[in-house]
Nanobody
């Protein structure tokens, strides 16, 4: 079992920044690949960013490239999502997710590959 706890959401004006954190526990951090997904009101869940279990590989959705960045700190068992130049369309509940893998450089964009999910944190961007 992997437990995930997100934090850092909130209300911000367009153009502003937020940093989301996701603390993982229950398994060695280096055994899990992690990702961020989001779901806006009335919308389907969508991929945002992912990192491999080693942190060597990362992937970002086209809609956030150049604005968002995923990173991880194995000493703190935490993955981050730095969000800059936020837009109203970024408003959503953001979820941290994880799955166990032996592959060192695999970062998944597919939600159905993730086994563990956090409770979500709301990000609201005002115009």
């Amino acid at each position: 079992q992997v437990q995930l706890v997100e934090s850092g959401g909130g209300l911000v004006q367009a153009g502003g920044s937020l940093r989301l954190s996701c603390a993982a526990s229950g398994r060695p951090f280096t055994r899990v690949a992690m990702g961020w997904f989001r779901q806006g009101l009335g919308k389907e869940r969508e991929f945002v960013a992912a990192t491999s279990r080693t942190g060597v590989s990362t992937r970002h959705a086209d809609s956030v490239k150049g604005r968002f960045a995923i990173s991880s700190d194995s000493a703190k068992n935490t993955v981050y999502l730095q969000m800059n130049s936020l837009k109203p369309e970024d408003t959503a509940v953001y979820y941290c997710a994880a799955f166990e893998t032996t592959l060192p450089t695999y970062a998944s964009t597919r939600g159905n590959e993730y086994t563990y999910w956090g409770q979500g944190t709301q990000v609201t961007v005002s115009a």
